[in-house]
Nanobody, 122 residues
Framework: QVQLVESGGGLVQPGGSLRLSCAAS????????MSWVRQAPGKGPEWVSG????????RYTESVKGRFTISRDNAKNAVYLQMNSLKPEDTALYYC???????????????WGQGTQVTVSS
């Protein structure tokens, strides 16, 4: 039922920018907290950012604060991640996720789509 489709990834040089998009369907999107989670090869998933249903509250992992911005458009059932000043360590497969309860970080791994690859390299 729940479907999340990520897009917008690509290959960029250090210091560059990307805007990731996530299209949601199969649930009442406007009532759920949403997250972005990333996973690099050989490593476990890392929660990156989360946003409240009405966009009144956002959270970020320390390593991306000041560089990434999460946003959502409930009319479009979409969540976005604007990534600026990208670093090689940001290289990962990025997933959009529905969250559990009233949490910005308790993501539901089962909701993930195919992900979108972000590669930061010169």
């Amino acid at each position: 039922q729940v479907q999340l489709v990520e897009s917008g990834g690509g290959l960029v040089q250090p210091g560059g920018s990307l805007r990731l998009s996530c299209a949601a369907s199969g649930f009442t999107f406007s009532k759920f907290y949403m997250s972005w989670v990333r996973q690099a090869p050989g490593k476990g998933p890392e929660w990156v950012s989360g946003i409240a249903p009405g966009s009144i509250y956002t959270r970020y992992t320390e390593s991306v604060k000041g560089r990434f911005t999460i946003s959502r458009d409930n009319a479009k059932n979409a969540v976005y991640l604007q990534m600026n000043s990208l670093k090689p360590e940001d290289t990962a497969l990025y997933y959009c996720s529905r969250n559990r309860g009233s949490s910005a970080s308790d993501y539901e791994k089962a909701s993930w789509g195919q992900g979108t690859q972000v590669t930061v390299s010169s």
